[in-house]
């Protein structure tokens, strides 16, 4: 198992603004995972990407891979209010379990 | 479909005690996973479970910390002689068989069990 470490750790951002977060991580993968945890709750699965993919969009998510570099980004598009929350990123590899880092912390105000 | 459920959702116990949280994943699901976390901090990752078989114990701490999930009935994570540094939301989440067709390694999470220790 390997963990990913995101970044910023914080982001705050006006309702409307785009919403950028980078996750690095150090060795081979299968694919890497997004999650959100909204305050006080369990972590809600996003969107994957496999890792012979370069872009996968999802409504207003817009993920990249760059194996070479070992990173990912999570683009939110417009945000809203509603997009606060902690996001975590967590490079899977093979019949392993996720490790989480610690997350960037969102809040869009209105 | 029912999600993940963990149960209690709050449990308080004084030091000494000993603490049992329970999971029962999803439909169809064999492999089950708990995660520890402290106020403002990620999840930390204590064990990766099947039917009847601890896969990864590596993030469990070796002492008063133990985990099962049986052949029948929930996955329990059992804290003994507690401390007030176990206060901590305990996270389970679960994922289908790694041997199925199409599995990705995506972690369905339970609402989490609050522990207390006073």
């Known amino acids: 198992s390997q963990q990913g470490e995101e970044d910023p750790q914080a982001l705050s951002i006006q309702e409307g603004e785009n919403a950028t977060m980078n996750c690095s991580y150090k060795?081979?993968?299968?694919?890497l995972q997004w999650y959100r945890q909204n305050s006080g709750r369990g972590l809600v699965h996003l969107i994957l990407?496999?890792?012979?993919?370069r872009e996968k969009h999802s409504g207003r998510l817009r993920v990249t891979l760059d194996t070479s570099k070992k990173s990912s980004s999570l683009l939110i598009t417009a945000s809203r209010a509603a997009d606060t929350a902690s996001y975590f990123c967590a490079p899977n590899q093979a019949g392993t379990a996720l490790i989480f880092g610690k997350g960037t912390t969102l809040s869009v105000s209105s | 479909n029912a999600g993940v459920m963990q149960n209690p959702r709050h449990l308080v116990r004084r030091r000494g005690q000993e603490a049992r949280l329970r999971c029962s994943p999803m439909k169809g699901h064999s492999h089950v996973y708990w995660y520890r976390q402290l106020p403002e901090e990620g999840l930390k990752f204590m064990v990766y479970l099947q039917k009847e078989n601890i896969i990864d114990e590596s993030g469990m701490p070796k002492e008063r910390f133990s985990a099962e999930f049986p052949k029948e009935g929930p996955s329990i994570l059992r804290i003994q002689q507690v401390v007030r540094g176990d206060s901590a939301a305990y996270f389970c989440?679960?994922?289908?068989?790694?041997?199925?067709?199409?599995?990705?390694?995506?972690?369905?999470f339970g609402e989490g069990s609050r522990l207390t220790v006073l």
């Open positions: 989440a679960s994922s289908p068989s790694s041997t199925g067709t199409g599995f990705t390694g995506e972690l369905f």
């Open positions: 990407i496999r890792s012979n993919e």
């Open positions: 060795t081979s993968i299968n694919n």
